[in-house]
């Protein structure tokens, strides 16, 4: 099914903490089915869900007759403007657990009927996820943490953030209480409080990705740049190697990095080709394992 309209809402919901946790739910205008599957896109640090070409891709996979429901977390840093970093005081202590709590309030979220949509059901039984970067750490995590999740889709995914902290970083965390990196896109100095790392620590076996993708044995495919300068393509093949499901796949994409040659803000009438090709095998991914 390919549908011709999509159909996009914005809302929130309480997180844990009773910050929003901000979403946008595209669903097609022209299915046939009282049901459909339901996918969960999750950003990386120092994302958002409407970064770059996100959106379009969001709209894009639900055209394929999904409902796609793309979330920022609620520490992110993201406040009022959806496309700005303003909020530097939620973003110095995301937490990986408070990511992987902000995945399950969603979930639980569409198994009670907060977050619905008025032209067709969600369907609670089919729950696949797609995770950038830091957010396919988390992703890998969520979907052992959560039995609804049927299907995982990582992009450029981290496969330990344990592994992450440089000695600078940890240095300052002991001496100072936080350290500061810089937001390469926008030129901020971005604060990360030692809670973050106290967090990744004291919960290793619950949050590091590594762990817990011995625990999955539904489809996994795990996507990734062979030129990624940020995050090495080797992640997702140790990603890959420590998975035990008998249906899972490897896509190392030649000649791209990080984000696929995307970048923000995206103002193209096309994608990358890179781009367009993890698109491509992402939307046949879900639609051979979740449709």
């Not at 999750?42 to 969001?58: R, S």
């Not at 793309?70 to 993201?78: D, E, P, T, Y």
């Amino acid at each position: 099914m390919s549908a011709t309209n999509i159909y996009k809402i914005t809302d929130s919901i309480p997180s844990t903490e009773n910050l929003p946790i901000r979403f946008d739910m595209y669903s097609p205008g022209n299915s046939s089915r009282d049901l459909l599957p339901v996918i969960l896109f999750v950003h990386g640090n120092k994302g958002f869900k409407d970064w770059g070409p996100f959106p379009d891709a969001c709209e894009d996979i639900a055209r394929k007759g999904f409902i796609v429901i793309a979330m920022n977390f609620s520490l992110n840093g993201i406040g009022e403007n959806p496309t700005e970093l303003e909020r530097l005081d939620l973003y110095q202590r995301e937490t990986l657990s408070q990511d992987l709590n902000d995945i399950g309030t969603v979930i639980e979220g569409i198994k009670n009927g907060s977050i619905s949509s008025q032209r067709v059901g969600l369907h609670t039984d089919y729950i696949g996820i797609i995770g950038h970067s830091r957010g396919g750490h988390t992703a890998v995590a969520a979907a052992a943490e959560f039995q609804e999740i049927q299907c995982l889709v990582t992009w450029s995914a981290v496969a330990n953030y344990n592994e992450r902290w440089t000695d600078r970083m940890v240095r300052d965390w002991k001496e100072k209480g936080f350290t500061e990196i810089l937001n390469s896109r926008t030129g901020q100095v971005m604060r990360v409080d030692k809670v973050v790392y106290e967090d990744a620590l004291a919960n290793e076996e619950r949050l590091m990705a590594i762990n817990r993708v011995k625990e999955l044995y539904i489809p996994c495919m795990f996507i990734a740049g062979k030129e990624d300068e940020s995050v090495s393509y080797k992640e997702s093949e140790s990603l890959y190697r420590n998975c035990p499901s008998e249906n899972r796949e490897l896509r190392l994409i030649s000649g791209t990095g990080h984000t696929f040659d995307a970048s923000h803000p995206f103002e193209e009438k096309e994608y990358p080709e890179k781009f367009a090709e993890v698109l491509d095998l992402t939307e046949e991914w879900f639609i051979d394992n979740l449709a």
